[in-house]
């Protein structure tokens, strides 16, 4: 069973370019989440998708970005004129329930290293 | 709200010695506790997790933690600590049932090995 994919594992990107980072979350999650990690800090969160619905998005940056998690394919992360303090690794998560209750885990990907030059 | 707090930003142990990794939380209602470690430059990989069950908590790798709910704290110990035990450890805390997903993590402690 493959764990969650992140693709790309790195990514540079100019300022004013879009960034996109895909999320296939383990076989039978249907749960979705989003973390960014900026140098020196702890993972925050970003936003909680379902397929076709945004659940949450209360950490998203109000301008700019955007998650998506369509019916078929990855979620897709999309960061649009990408700025320098947008530099920082972005963790997917994937769960099969979208409460921590028992045996339910949420589980993160290896994440993708964004870097603005 | 709900918050971490890592006492620690870096600890460094001797190969062989005892590991202790800080945690106190914040939380208005019962949590869930969670300790993930993450290697250089890879995802994050659970530890162990607390959720209402036993206080004492047995990990991957040796590890355990126990939750002691009058000093709000969750801290990490390992016996003897191995060289391929060097990585960041985080803290997180969640709530119990709806909302649960959003994790709080702590700021990381940084844990060095010396041979």
């Known amino acids: 069973n493959a764990g969650v994919m992140q693709n790309p594992r790195h990514l540079v990107r100019r300022r004013g370019q879009e960034a996109r980072l895909r999320c296939s979350p383990m076989k039978g999650h249907s749960h979705v989440y989003w973390y960014r990690q900026l140098p020196e800090e702890g993972l925050k969160f970003m936003v909680y998708l379902q397929k076709e619905n945004i659940i949450d998005e209360s950490g998203m940056p109000k301008e700019r970005f955007s998650a998506e998690f369509p019916k078929e394919g990855p979620s897709i992360l999309r960061i649009q004129q990408v700025v320098r303090g947008d530099s920082a690794a972005y963790f997917c998560?994937?769960?099969?329930?979208?409460?921590?209750?028992?045996?339910?885990?949420?589980?993160f990907g290896e994440g993708s290293w964004l870097t603005v030059v | 709200a709900q918050s971490v707090t890592q006492l620690d930003s870096h600890v460094s142990v001797s190969e062989g010695t005892p590991v202790l990794l800080r945690c106190n939380y914040s939380s208005s209602y019962s949590p869930s506790l969670f300790w993930y470690v993450q290697h250089p430059n890879k995802g994050l990989q659970l530890l162990l997790k607390y959720t209402s069950a036993a206080t004492l908590v047995k990990g991957i790798n040796g590890f355990e933690a126990e939750f002691k709910k009058s000093e709000t704290s969750f801290h990490l110990t390992k016996p003897s600590a191995h060289m391929s035990d060097a990585a960041e450890y985080f803290c997180?805390?969640?709530?119990?049932?709806?909302?649960?997903?959003?994790?709080?993590f702590g700021k990381g402690t940084k844990l060095s090995v010396i041979p």
């Open positions: 997180v805390v969640s709530l119990v049932g709806a909302g649960s997903y959003q994790l709080t």
């Open positions: 998560a994937s769960s099969p329930l979208s409460e921590n209750r028992g045996g339910n885990t949420i589980y």
